[in-house]
């Protein structure tokens, strides 16, 4: 099984959803522990990296910022 490298900024798509419906996040912290931002209800949570690598089903990349 290959990991899926992600770096902070990329969006994050995940195997389970999150409770409010959404499979999207976003990394803000990375490290042994990584913390990620559902980018439906804005909950941030946090995350072994191991744990993580194992449930990512997509890297999308850099997240969009408006200006």
Do not use: W, Y
């Not at 042994?32 to 439906?40: E, H, M, N, S």
């Not at 804005?42 to 990349?61: F, Q, Y």
Request: hydrophobic letters at 40%; a positive charge; glycine letters at 8%.
């Amino acid at each position: 099984m290959a990991i899926k490298s992600f770096a902070v900024g990329d969006i994050l798509v995940l195997r389970k959803p999150h409770p409010c419906g959404s499979s999207h996040f976003a990394v803000l912290r990375g490290g042994t522990d990584v913390k990620i931002r559902c980018l439906a209800c804005a909950h941030d949570v946090t995350v072994p990296r191991l744990k993580l690598e194992k449930s990512i089903k997509n890297v999308i990349g850099k997240e969009q910022e408006t200006p």
